[in-house]
């Protein structure tokens, strides 16, 4: 009898012609997502000034498209299992493209905050639904790494085509038009897609579970939200509430997963160790990287003085780096070991990290550069290696279901990172000293510093903004080597939990 954790390599021998052309339609969704995912950090100064959001809803218009798209992965995942993989795809995308017009012509803070939070419902579908495909695709292992590194490669250079193309928007037209770049996109996916991808669905999923896509949302939703307040506000009512419901709601969910005859999310599979290995190896991950690479944007323009398009720019040699990394991880992972290439990726990362403490305010890019390749280099081992072992680690009927479980971890770790490495960052930087008189809002943000001079006394603003960009520099060096240990402990758990296991040469 064929285990519920191990494909049925009997079924999987054919490989499916046009597979390589399908790919392409599938890396548009990826790149999609990643560019979308960029761009707002860049865009939130132009938003501020036209719009006028207050400061709470700044943070909403940040902060909702990874709530709901947190909560609704999951459930995303599970649904393509049933309904298919590819009408999911095709669905979420038209609607992220329509969407995004929405975002781009929003008229007031809370229309964005709206259209924001349909954004997250849309992309939500995405990238689950790639990856499933792409097992679903692949049945030799060997091609399926190269397809996973060619995904993950994609990934990463949207991550930094999207501060580039961004930046030069930004420099010639108006801020909605950051999301206007997801049309072409959307139309040549949609298009192409129809004709050359294959359908695929668990072939007796059960019924979706309405309670658990509830307790899922709600759960996600209120752990992610009570973690990003309580860094930004300090642990108040709401922040402890929101906590509360969401860890009831989650536990609640684990609960009604082990009772139901089908469930949303099979909870067996966090029993195979390769597979929670990955999946806990790709949140710290995130954790650690994430709230740092937020942080060094805001570095590159309000402290060096970079422009949009020249800070997009700066940050290209992550992107290489991933790429590179990416296609060959594969590869590397069969001739050492699974658990070297993700375990040595996590540590080179960790030393990137360990090298942006010595970042000051007169740093030189050579240095900046150097650590970003080299983050750049370790992600893209250790996270292509990581998606490869989740994704063959479970029969393909539940390959939405596990893809949207690293989605999950990547939204949590980037939720988490922001809200933990961004505490020490905004903690160190409030308590800088100003001249008399300076307004409050300098001591909220660097961004707020910037603005607040504008109005200021010539010789009390050079003032008050060396003083607080140091603090800023001080408190980035201290996330920098907290985002170091978290990484260098992540490499170390990864080198124990993924021992022995292997990715597979042949069908």
């Given at each position: 009898?064929?285990s519920?954790?191990?494909?049925?390599?009997a079924?999987?021998?054919e490989n499916r012609?046009?597979?390589w052309?399908a790919l392409s339609?599938l890396?548009l969704a990826?790149?999609?997502?990643a560019?979308?995912?960029?761009v707002l950090?860049?865009?939130?100064?132009?938003?501020s000034?036209d719009?006028?959001p207050?400061?709470?809803?700044?943070?909403w218009?940040?902060?909702?498209y990874s709530?709901?798209?947190?909560?609704?992965?999951?459930?995303?995942?599970?649904?393509?299992d049933?309904?298919?993989?590819?009408k999911l795809?095709?669905?979420?995308?038209?609607?992220?493209?329509?969407?995004?017009v929405?975002?781009?012509y929003?008229t007031?803070?809370?229309?964005l905050i709206?259209?924001r939070?349909?954004?997250?419902?849309?992309?939500?579908t995405l990238m689950?639904?790639?990856?499933a495909?792409?097992?679903?695709?692949?049945?030799?292992?060997?091609?399926r790494?190269?397809a996973i590194?060619i995904?993950?490669?994609?990934?990463?250079?949207g991550?930094?085509v999207?501060p580039?193309v961004?930046g030069?928007?930004?420099?010639h037209?108006?801020w909605g038009?950051?999301?206007?770049?997801n049309?072409p996109v959307?139309?040549?996916?949609v298009?192409?897609?129809?004709?050359?991808?294959?359908e695929?669905r668990?072939p007796s999923?059960?019924p979706?579970?309405?309670?658990?896509?509830?307790l899922?949302l709600?759960?996600?939703?209120?752990?992610v939200?009570?973690?990003?307040?309580?860094?930004?506000?300090g642990?108040?009512?709401?922040?402890?509430?929101?906590?509360?419901v969401?860890?009831a709601a989650?536990?609640?969910?684990?609960?009604?997963q082990?009772?139901l005859p089908?469930p949303?999310?099979?909870?067996r599979?966090f029993?195979?160790?390769?597979?929670?290995?990955?999946?806990?190896?790709?949140l710290?991950?995130?954790l650690?990287?994430?709230g740092?690479?937020?942080f060094?944007?805001?570095?590159?323009?309000?402290?060096q003085g970079?422009?949009p398009?020249?800070?997009g720019?700066?940050?290209?040699?992550?992107?290489?780096?991933?790429?590179?990394?990416g296609?060959?991880?594969?590869a590397a992972?069969?001739r050492?070991?699974?658990?070297s290439?993700v375990?040595?990726?996590?540590?080179?990362?960790?030393?990137a990290?360990?090298m942006?403490t010595l970042?000051d305010?007169s740093?030189g890019?050579?240095l900046?550069?150097a650590?970003?390749l080299?983050?750049?280099v370790?992600a893209?081992?250790s996270f292509?290696?990581?998606?490869?072992?989740i994704l063959?680690?479970?029969?393909k009927?539940?390959a939405g279901?596990?893809s949207?479980v690293?989605e999950?971890?990547?939204e949590?770790?980037?939720?988490?990172g922001i809200a933990?490495?961004?505490s020490?960052v905004t903690?160190?930087?409030?308590d800088f000293?100003?001249p008399?008189g300076?307004p409050?809002g300098?001591?909220?943000?660097?961004?707020?510093?910037?603005?607040?001079?504008?109005?200021?006394?010539?010789?009390a603003?050079?003032?008050m903004l060396s003083?607080a960009?140091q603090?800023?520099v001080d408190?980035?060096?201290l996330?920098a080597?907290a985002?170091?240990?978290?990484?260098?402990?992540?490499?170390?758990?990864?080198w124990?939990?993924?021992r022995?296991?292997r990715?597979d040469?042949?069908v």
């Amino acid at each position: 009898m064929t285990s519920t954790l191990q494909p049925a390599r009997a079924a999987e021998t054919e490989n499916r012609p046009g597979r390589w052309l399908a790919l392409s339609v599938l890396v548009l969704a990826v790149l999609l997502v990643a560019v979308d995912a960029t761009v707002l950090g860049l865009a939130t100064p132009y938003i501020s000034e036209d719009l006028k959001p207050s400061g709470t809803q700044l943070l909403w218009i940040g902060d909702v498209y990874s709530f709901v798209i947190a909560g609704l992965l999951v459930s995303a995942g599970s649904l393509g299992d049933r309904i298919g993989r590819k009408k999911l795809l095709l669905t979420g995308a038209t609607a992220f493209g329509v969407i995004s017009v929405l975002n781009a012509y929003a008229t007031t803070p809370e229309l964005l905050i709206v259209a924001r939070a349909l954004l997250g419902v849309a992309g939500a579908t995405l990238m689950p639904a790639t990856l499933a495909l792409i097992r679903n695709l692949f049945h030799d292992p060997r091609e399926r790494s190269l397809a996973i590194g060619i995904w993950g490669a994609t990934a990463s250079a949207g991550t930094a085509v999207g501060p580039v193309v961004g930046g030069f928007l930004l420099e010639h037209f108006w801020w909605g038009s950051v999301f206007l770049i997801n049309l072409p996109v959307m139309v040549i996916l949609v298009l192409v897609g129809i004709k050359l991808l294959p359908e695929s669905r668990h072939p007796s999923p059960g019924p979706w579970d309405l309670p658990s896509v509830g307790l899922s949302l709600v759960g996600m939703i209120g752990v992610v939200y009570a973690v990003k307040e309580t860094a930004t506000h300090g642990l108040d009512g709401n922040a402890l509430a929101a906590g509360l419901v969401g860890a009831a709601a989650l536990f609640a969910f684990v609960r009604r997963q082990l009772t139901l005859p089908h469930p949303l999310l099979d909870m067996r599979l966090f029993r195979n160790r390769g597979f929670s290995g990955a999946v806990l190896a790709d949140l710290l991950t995130i954790l650690g990287l994430s709230g740092l690479v937020f942080f060094l944007s805001q570095f590159l323009q309000l402290v060096q003085g970079r422009g949009p398009l020249e800070a997009g720019l700066a940050e290209l040699p992550a992107a290489v780096g991933a790429v590179v990394a990416g296609l060959v991880a594969g590869a590397a992972a069969r001739r050492f070991s699974v658990r070297s290439v993700v375990a040595g990726g996590l540590a080179a990362i960790g030393l990137a990290l360990g090298m942006l403490t010595l970042v000051d305010r007169s740093t030189g890019y050579p240095l900046i550069g150097a650590a970003l390749l080299i983050v750049g280099v370790g992600a893209g081992f250790s996270f292509t290696v990581t998606a490869d072992v989740i994704l063959s680690s479970v029969p393909k009927e539940q390959a939405g279901s596990a893809s949207a479980v690293s989605e999950t971890a990547y939204e949590l770790g980037a939720a988490l990172g922001i809200a933990v490495l961004g505490s020490i960052v905004t903690g160190v930087y409030r308590d800088f000293t100003a001249p008399a008189g300076t307004p409050a809002g300098a001591h909220e943000s660097l961004g707020g510093a910037v603005e607040v001079a504008a109005g200021m006394p010539a010789d009390a603003a050079q003032e008050m903004l060396s003083s607080a960009r140091q603090a800023f520099v001080d408190g980035l060096a201290l996330a920098a080597g907290a985002g170091a240990a978290v990484l260098i402990a992540t490499s170390v758990a990864a080198w124990f939990l993924l021992r022995g296991q292997r990715l597979d040469s042949k069908v």
